[in-house]
């Protein structure tokens, strides 16, 4: 059958204890054993189906796991309690001291800072490369690294990776591909273009509703038995569960992300065009200008749409502030980081989502004052945000 990332979300059945449509939430941390034998081989992870502990497993995690494996055509998955708690555990169960990472320079705040102030404290070194040029990121690699890293559509510069060419270099080093596509879900199959492992932050699009946060690792089943092992996995042994009331929830709203995913792209797309053609510094996949449109659209699962994350570039962080303040007062959306709200979402990057990244770092990449990174929200009307977005524009001089 061929991949569909929606319908193979939509195709899973669970069914609740007593017939219910949504399946039961297991409110529980501790699980009974009839036998003092299966609970050994349980701890031993040869016993399929029986729970432990809810550290480990438990079933709501499980059917959300299994959800999101189906959305990106894994084995499997392991949900997290945020989506930091999803990508540190990978780097430390791929990486031994004395090892090495090559990422994206253009990636989330918190990613970034990870790699860059934290796991140098473990001897495990980062070289941060410009991900759209294949032959710096080859020429970065080293006998001692392990990862190539980075982010389907990059926060907050929305560049964008070549999947497919990133997936023969880390072939050809025998690297894991590892792909953050917390911006781009059901729009880009990372897996399909040849990714080995894919993490989300739920936080996001995925859950949609800005009022959890929530992460998952969706790889091969033999990659998350190692997340989860009793004695030496990073997911287990750090800690970063979901509680199974917040995995239910999560995986009632992911049932919705392919209607929500066409609409956010359909919004954003309307405005980028509208934005560029007023003559402000547009930057959105969807729009022929981008200079990676056509990359996009060669890996893109067409029905979803190029996403619902753009930016504007109003020259001064005087003016983002000014006219973010503004649009906030006629209630065209809510000046706050993180994205995939119904309501659109506004921030200046620079000072805060990605202020972990000095100053000299941000200007080299692109990263300027001026920017402002919008999560377009679900606007039944757009054209009406359009307008009165425009008119803030023409108040404050912008346009
Ligand atoms: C928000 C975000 C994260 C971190 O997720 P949390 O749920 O906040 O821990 C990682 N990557 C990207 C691209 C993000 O936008």
């Known amino acids: 059958m061929a991949f569909k990332p929606a319908n193979n979300i939509q195709d899973l059945q669970y069914f609740g204890e007593f017939g219910g449509v949504n399946p039961s939430i297991s409110d529980s941390s501790t699980y009974t054993f009839l036998s003092a034998k299966t609970m050994f081989d349980t701890f031993e992870g040869n016993a399929d189906g029986c729970y432990l502990y ?130 781009s879900p059901l729009s880009i199959s990372p897996i399909k273009l040849g990714a080995d492992i894919v993490v989300h932050s739920l936080t996001k699009f995925i859950n949609g509703s800005s009022d959890t946060v929530g992460g998952v690792v969706c790889g091969t089943q033999e990659f998350i038995d190692q997340l989860r092992n009793v004695n030496d996995g990073a997911a287990m042994l750090l800690g970063s569960t979901m509680d199974s009331l917040r995995s239910a929830s999560v995986l009632k709203n992911l049932r919705t992300l392919h209607i929500r995913m066409q609409q956010h792209s359909l919004n954003a797309t309307y405005l980028a065009e509208k934005f560029e053609a007023d003559g402000l510094k547009t930057v959105y996949p969807g729009l022929a200008s981008h200079p990676s449109h056509d990359l996009f659209k060669s890996m893109m699962n067409e029905k979803y749409g190029f996403g619902g994350m753009l930016t504007i570039d109003v020259g001064t962080l005087d003016k983002a502030n000014a006219l973010m303040e503004l649009m906030q007062e006629r209630n065209l959306g809510y000046l706050a980081v993180s994205l995939g709200f119904y309501k659109t979402l506004f921030s200046a990057p620079g000072s805060s989502t990605s202020s972990e990244i000095p100053e000299e770092e941000q200007a080299e990449m692109g990263l300027s004052d001026g920017l402002i990174r919008f999560s377009i929200g679900l606007d039944a009307d757009i054209e009406r945000t359009y307008d009165m977005m425009k008119a803030c524009m023409v108040e404050l001089n912008i346009l």
């Open 54 to 183: 809810s550290r480990h497993s438990s079933p709501s995690n499980l059917y959300l796991g299994e959800a999101l494996a189906a959305m990106e055509g894994t084995e499997t998955a392991t949900v997290t309690a945020s989506g930091m708690g999803a990508i540190t555990p990978v780097f430390l169960q791929l990486c031994d001291a004395g090892e090495h990472i090559v990422s994206s320079r253009t990636i989330y705040g918190g990613t970034y800072a990870f790699l860059k102030n934290f796991t140098p404290r473990l001897a495990i070194d980062t070289t941060f490369v410009d991900i759209t040029k294949l032959e710096v990121v080859e020429a970065a690699i080293t006998p001692k690294t392990k990862i190539l890293y980075c982010e389907s559509v990059s926060n907050p510069l929305l560049e964008v990776a070549d999947i497919k060419g990133l997936a023969a270099l880390a072939k050809k080093h025998n690297l894991k591909l590892v792909v953050d596509n917390t911006f």
